[in-house]
């Protein structure tokens, strides 16, 4: 089974930081790397496919980017909105496999 | 609009079955594959199991995998998971998923979810 890694596990920061996530898998999943957001008591919701692809709807200070076994998700300017926790998951190889997840608090 | 909604969790106990659904309105069905994630309280997603449009290929996480069964009706537009054997550590609430493709993998994601059915197993 392919493991999702992410780091850090919590973070805490100001409204208007940059803010990086990162994801790692124990193997290469060339770009099959989703990241989704989720709110307290709410299913998650999906911000980028492909590593690097913005779904539609999700404000562009959100970006993807990595390949083969290093991923990135970075929020340009964080908002009070943006406040979540973020999961990574790969769909290379099942099982579907997601990250443990970064919780972004409020500084 | 997209809807899936969930439905049939409950208080179980251990050794025991139980049997989510979920319902899909506002695309067509059978042209995705469709999957199960589970939450335990307070922890991280975790992929429980997945059927292609039309059944041909299905996958289960190693937790679940020989106790838990998927299906789908494509004419009744419903997904279910049959849940045998429950265990306390399958306690979550259980969400369903759609997948962009027809089959799941290779690059495809989950663009919408349920809001979940809570299982709790206990005696």
């Known amino acids: 089974d392919i493991q999702m890694t992410q780091s850090p596990s919590s973070l805490s920061a100001s409204v208007g930081d940059r803010v990086t996530i990162t994801c790692r898998a124990s193997?290469?999943?060339?770009?099959?790397l989703n990241w989704f957001q989720q709110k307290p008591g709410k299913a998650p919701k999906l911000l980028i496919y492909?590593?690097?692809s913005l779904q539609s709807g999700v404000p562009s200070r959100f970006s993807g980017s990595g390949s083969g076994t290093d991923f990135t998700l970075t929020i340009s300017s964080l908002q009070p909105e943006d406040f979540a926790t973020y999961y990574c998951?790969?769909?290379?190889?099942?099982?579907?496999?997601f990250g443990g997840g970064t919780k972004v608090e409020i500084k | 609009e997209v809807q899936l909604v969930e439905s049939g969790g409950g208080l179980v106990q251990p050794g025991r079955s139980l049997r989510l659904s979920c319902a899909a309105s506002?695309?067509?069905?059978?042209?995705?594959?469709m999957h199960w994630v589970r939450q335990a309280p307070g922890k991280g997603l975790e992929w429980v199991s997945g059927?292609?449009?039309?059944?041909?290929?299905?996958g289960y996480g190693d937790s679940v995998k020989g106790r838990f069964t998927i299906s789908r009706d494509n004419a009744k537009n419903s997904l279910h998971l049959q849940m045998n054997s429950l265990r306390p550590e399958d306690t979550a609430l259980y969400y369903c998923?759609?997948?962009?493709?027809?089959?799941?993998?290779?690059?495809?994601?989950?663009?919408?979810w349920g809001q979940g059915t809570l299982v709790t197993v206990s005696s």
């Open positions: 492909s590593a690097s």
């Open positions: 506002g695309f067509t069905f059978d042209d995705y594959a």
């Open positions: 998951q790969q769909t290379y190889s099942p099982p579907l496999t």
């Open positions: 193997q290469s999943i060339t770009n099959f």
């Open positions: 059927i292609s449009w039309n059944s041909g290929s299905i």
């Open positions: 998923a759609k997948d962009i493709a027809l089959v799941s993998g290779s690059g495809s994601y989950f663009d919408y």
